[in-house]
C-alpha cells in the first residue's frame, strides 16, 4: 500500500529531472497532449520519454486517457501542493542567503556550453555501446585508460600522459544512463567542473544522430579546446564504428 510519506517522495523524485519538469510545463501549456506532441521537444526517442511519463504518472502528476488509438496526458498538478507547503517553510533561509544566489546565478550566466552534432553510420545500438564500453572508449577517445561503467552514480577516470602542467586525468561520476538514447556524466579537470551529455536519435534509414553538450565551461580558452578534442575524437569514433 502506497503510503503518503512514500506518495511524496515520488512527487520529489520525478521532479528532480530535468526532462520531467519540462514534460510538466509543456502539459501546463496545454490541456491535453499526445506522445508525439510531446516528444518532438526533446532529443530523444517516443520510448524514452514515455518512460519519463510513466514515472510522473506513477507520482499522479499526469494522468492519460485513450482516445482511438492515442494516448492523451493531462497535468494533475495537485500533488505538487506537498512540495509548495515544504518549500515555503523553508523560505526564510532563502532570503538571508540571496546574495549569494545572485552571485552564483550570475557566475553562471557567464558559463559558456558546447553543443555539437555527429552523424554516424551504424545504428544506435552500436553507437551506444562505443560510447559505453570501457574497452572501446579507450580506442577512440584521446584517453587510452579508463575504468568506466555506464551506472548511475559510478565514478571514473579518464587518464593519458601529462601534458606541461596538466596531470592528463578527468575525473567523472555518471549521472543520467538512459540507455540507449542518453549518457550524462561529470568532467572534472583543469579547474574545470563540466557536465558532458550525449543524446543518441536513431534516423529511420538505421543511421544514428547524435548530439553532445558540454555543460559549465568557464573559459573561452577551456571551450575551443573542448570542440578541437570532441571533433577529433568523433573522427575516430567514426573509425571505431565501422569496424565493430
Known amino acids: 500500500m502506497l503510503t503518503e510519506k512514500s506518495h511524496m517522495r515520488d512527487v520529489y523524485q520525478a521532479i528532480a529531472d530535468p526532462t520531467r519538469r519540462t514534460l510538466l510545463r509543456l502539459l501546463a501549456d496545454a490541456e491535453e497532449l499526445p506522445l508525439h506532441a510531446l516528444t518532438v521537444h526533446f532529443s530523444m526517442g517516443r520510448t524514452a520519454v514515455s518512460k519519463h511519463l510513466a514515472v510522473l504518472k506513477e507520482a499522479g502528476l499526469v494522468t492519460e486517457r485513450r482516445v482511438g488509438r492515442e494516448t492523451l496526458y493531462r497535468l494533475n498538478a495537485e500533488p505538487l501542493r506537498q512540495v509548495q507547503d515544504w518549500v515555503s517553510y523553508y523560505e526564510k533561509f532563502w532570503k538571508k542567503r540571496m546574495n549569494i544566489l545572485n552571485q552564483l ?16 553510420k551504424s545504428p544506435i545500438e552500436k553507437v551506444w555501446f562505443a560510447l559505453t564500453d570501457s574497452n572501446t572508449l579507450s580506442k577512440w577517445m584521446m584517453f587510452k585508460e579508463n575504468h568506466f561503467k555506464p551506472v548511475v552514480g559510478h565514478k571514473f577516470q579518464f587518464r593519458m600522459d601529462p601534458v606541461g602542467e596538466w596531470n592528463g ?61 570532441w571533433q577529433g575524437m568523433a573522427k575516430q569514433l567514426e573509425n571505431v564504428l565501422a569496424d565493430l
Open 169 to 229: 586525468i578527468v575525473e567523472g561520476e555518471v549521472l543520467e544512463v538512459d540507455e540507449p538514447y542518453r549518457l550524462s556524466y561529470t568532467w572534472v579537470s583543469l579547474g574545470e567542473s563540466n557536465t558532458v551529455t550525449w543524446t543518441l536519435q536513431q534516423d529511420e534509414d538505421g543511421t544514428t544522430h547524435v548530439h553532445l553538450e558540454q555543460t559549465g565551461i568557464r573559459s573561452e580558452q577551456a571551450l575551443n579546446g573542448a570542440k578541437y578534442g
Open 105 to 120: 546565478l550570475q557566475e553562471e550566466t557567464r558559463m559558456k556550453s558546447l553543443s555539437l552534432d555527429f552523424h554516424f
